[in-house]
């Protein structure tokens, strides 16, 4: 059962539905993805997070 707990992107909730019981919202992972020095996407990643967190 590793893994399958989830998060509603709008209100935070936990829940292993893929929708949300209390707002009807989508859920994603509740975990965040494996750490890899080697990781290609990590500039984009950052620049996403920035444009993110000024729009």
């Not at 859920?27 to 620049?47: I, L």
């Amino acid at each position: 059962m590793t893994g399958r707990i989830r998060r509603c992107t709008r209100d935070g909730t936990y829940t292993l539905a893929p929708a949300c019981p209390a707002c009807g919202g989508p859920t994603g992972s509740a975990h965040p993805a494996r750490f890899s020095p080697q990781d290609r996407y990590r500039d984009y990643r950052r620049r996403m997070k920035q444009w993110n967190q000024y729009a």
